[in-house]
């Protein structure tokens, strides 16, 4: 069992920046492929970026592509996201996510991911 926690959320403007962090415990996490979701009011949940658990593999959605930096410090259990540029339409719930230990590949849906963080608001106002 891995347990998430997220924290970092809040409000800004748009333009601004924000960073969200997930402390990780339990299994193994730093052995764990990482990632971030999101969901707007009324709208599906949707995949934001991935991490395998070395590092040297990230991949985001393209609508974050150039704004958003996914990373982690595996000596500390955390995985960061940090989000620039920030637009309304990604005000969101972030969810920190997590495969299963030492699970190949860093999939972008849902189904790919077994662990779940209770999520941390992100508003971005104009």
């Known amino acids: 069992q891995v347990q998430l926690v997220e924290s970092g959320g809040g409000s800004v403007q748009v333009g601004g920046s924000l960073s969200v962090s997930c402390a990780a415990s339990?299994?193994?996490?730093?052995?764990?492929?990482m990632g971030w979701f999101r969901q707007a009011p009324g709208k599906e949940r949707e995949f934001v970026a991935a991490?395998?658990?070395?590092?040297?593999?990230?991949t985001y959605t393209d609508s974050v592509k150039g704004r958003f930096t996914i990373s982690r410090d595996n000596t500390k259990n955390t995985l960061y996201l940090q989000m620039n540029s920030l637009k309304p339409e990604d005000t969101a719930v972030y969810y920190c996510v997590a495969r299963t230990a030492y699970s190949t590949g860093v999939p972008t849906t849902s189904t790919g991911y077994a662990y779940w963080g209770q999520g941390t608001q992100v508003t971005v106002s104009s």
């Open positions: 339990g299994r193994t996490p730093n052995r764990s492929t």
């Open positions: 991490i395998n658990w070395m590092g040297g593999v990230t």
